[in-house]
Every structure is written in structure tokens, then in C-alpha cells.
């Protein structure tokens, strides 16, 4: 592995459409790019081995936890990766999210936390009715529970502490944003807001893994803002930012996704969202070679 010309490697566990975009995009930007399947991998913490050929990784597996191990390890060994494992960190977790993006002084709806029983209660009530109960670490609209009354709210909670992980015994409350039947999604890459769709459904639950339809959105200046500065506060160098309509406040920002999904947003919104990508980890390549192989 010597020579001109960028090295990445692309991480994944399963090669969806996505990541054979990213690869065809990658070789189309004059990329020397070689799929590893995580999954294969013996990791030596003290070693880079082969690693060291490649000036950056781009992580695209599915399992989150398979790719925080992965990156973490990567960057102890001074490999730059795409994201950065505090980025993976911060996104795949919904209130270290909150955290990040209420330092940052973005706009995100009201929390509030309790971890046993009777204080998650308590943050259901100081929400108030309807309240929005989610696991912190989760996708797909998984197990995202609206209450609408004390009842709810005590049955989802015994069922979380009973039935649920240790996980589930952090009770994480957000206030219910009465957006317009949708939420939007803005592609962030490399600090810049390149594409939105919104993502519309009859369902209070709006992720397109449950049956929402996707469209095109003009990025207005207001939401170009925000999702560039909620991705800077989580320090992604690629992520998807989905926004509540709140018809007070205007847009919030609800989550980031690191590893996004994007095969059907390229024709919905006519954007070459893997083309940006694909530039931007060139980009951070050339970086990393001009000083001589340390993370830029
Ligand atoms: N506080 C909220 N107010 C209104 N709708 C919400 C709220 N939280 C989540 N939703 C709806 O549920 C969907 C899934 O919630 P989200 O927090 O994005 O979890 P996931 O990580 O599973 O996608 C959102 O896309 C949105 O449509
Ligand atoms: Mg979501």
C-alpha cells in the first residue's frame, strides 16, 4: 500500500446499497478503496498492521457497538476515521446528544431524565401530557412511546424496568413537539448542509423505516444553520440531522444519525449525497497525508 493517490478503507458488516454508492463514488474520485468486512478482523490494540496503509476509514457498519469497538481501537492506533468515535459516541446516544447540543446553545426539545421508577414518573409528569418516552440508544423509531396520560406513562415505565436492559432503566422524557405530520432531515457533510427531505406520514412516528414517505425540501438559511451547528457540536464529519417543526419555536433539532442511510434521498432530492461524501473523505485524506499521516 504505497504510492499516489488517497487509501481509504470502507468498514462494514453488510454492503448495502449505500456503501456500494460510497465505494463507486470513492473510485470515481480517484480513490485506492478497499472494502473490509468488520466482521473478519482481528484487532491488535498495539499493532496497526496493515491499518497504517490507509489514511482514513470510512466506518459504515450497521451494529453500532461493533463500530464504536472498531473505531476506538483504530484511532488508538492514530488512524483517522470516519466519524471519529466521539461523534459515534455523542450520536448514538439520544442524551448525550441533548447534552452536546444544549451546550452548543442549538434549539432541541424540552428533556428531562430520572433513572429508577419513580423519578422517570417525574419527568413524565413535570413534562407533561402528551410526553414522549425513548430509549436513549435506538433506531427506526424503535420502542419511541408517546403518553398521554399518568396511566401510560406508569405502564410504559414498569414495562421498561421489568421487561428492559439496564439500558431501559434510564428514562429519557421529551416534550411532545406538535409538528405538521412530518420531520425533516438534513444531509450535513463536511460542516456544509448539502440536501433535506422531509419525511411525512399519517403516524406521529415518522422514520421511513416505519412506512413514512420521503420528499425533497429547500434548505432554508434557518435550517442550513442549525444542522451545521448541531453537527459541529457532536464534532460529525458526516451525519443526518432530523429536525421537529415546533409551532412556537420553529425547528429543533431532535437527533443526528453518524451512519446514515441515504439510497432514497438521492433522487427524492436530486443531490449525489454519496458524491459529497466521497469528496469530504478525500478531503480529510489529503489532510492526514500533508501531516504526515497523523489524524487531521
Ligand atoms: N418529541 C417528539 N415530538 C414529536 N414527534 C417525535 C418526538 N420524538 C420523536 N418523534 C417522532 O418519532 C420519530 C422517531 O423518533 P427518534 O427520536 O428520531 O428515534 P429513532 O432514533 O428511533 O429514529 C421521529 O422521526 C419523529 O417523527
Ligand atoms: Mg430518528
Given amino acids: 500500500m504505497s504510492g499516489p493517490g ?6 462494514y458488516t453488510r454492503l448495502r446499497t449505500e456503501e456500494r454508492l460510497l465505494l463507486d463514488a470513492l473510485e470515481a474520485e480517484g480513490a485506492r ?25 470510512l ?23 470516519v466519524n471519529p468515535a466521539r461523534a459515534i459516541e455523542t450520536c448514538s446516544d439520544k442524551l448525550a446528544t441533548t447534552i452536546a447540543l444544549i451546550r452548543a446553545g442549538v434549539p432541541t426539545p424540552v428533556v428531562r431524565v430520572g433513572v429508577s421508577d ?16 425513548k430509549p436513549t440508544v435506538g ?10 396520560d399518568r396511566d401510560a ?4 415505565i414498569e414495562h421498561r424496568a421489568t421487561l428492559g436492559s439496564p439500558q431501559q432503566g434510564v428514562f429519557y422524557v421529551q416534550e411532545h413537539v406538535d409538528k405538521p405530520g412530518r420531520d425533516i432531515r438534513v444531509f450535513v457533510v463536511g460542516g456544509e448542509a448539502v440536501a433535506a427531505i422531509a419525511r411525512s406520514s399519517a403516524h406521529w412516528v415518522t422514520n421511513t423505516a416505519r412506512g413514512a414517505a420521503a420528499t425533497g425540501l429547500d434548505l432554508t438559511p434557518e435550517l442550513r444553520d442549525l444542522s451545521e451547528r448541531a453537527v459541529d457540536a457532536v464534532g460529525a464529519d458526516v451525519a443526518a440531522v432530523d429536525l421537529l417543526e415546533c409551532p412556537r419555536r420553529g ?14 434521498s438521492i433522487d427524492t432530492t436530486g443531490v449525489d449525497i454519496p458524491g459529497f461524501v466521497a469528496r469530504h473523505t478525500l478531503r480529510i485524506a489529503e489532510r492526514v497525508r500533508a501531516v504526515g499521516g497523523v489524524p487531521a
Avoid: K, Q
Fill in 33 to 57: 478503496v478497499i472494502p473490509i468486512d468488520l466482521r473478519e478482523v482481528v484487532f491488535d490494540p498495539a499493532d496497526p498492521g496493515d491499518w497504517a496503509g490507509y489514511d482514513v476509514v
Fill in 251 to 264: 425547528p429543533l433539532v431532535n437527533e443526528l444519525n453518524h451512519s446514515m442511510e441515504f439510497r432514497n
Fill in 118 to 133: 419513580r423519578s422517570g414518573l417525574e419527568a413524565v409528569e413535570a413534562i407533561g401530557y402528551p410526553a414522549v418516552v
Fill in 59 to 81: 466506518d459504515r457498519s450497521v451494529s453500532l457497538t461493533c463500530s464504536l469497538a472498531a473505531v476506538r481501537i483504530l484511532e488508538g492506533l492514530g488512524v483517522r476515521c
Fill in 6 to 11: 488517497p487509501r481509504i478503507a470502507l468498514m
Fill in 153 to 156: 406513562a406508569e405502564a410504559v
Fill in 139 to 148: 433506531s427506526w423509531g424503535r420502542l419511541v412511546a408517546r403518553v398521554n
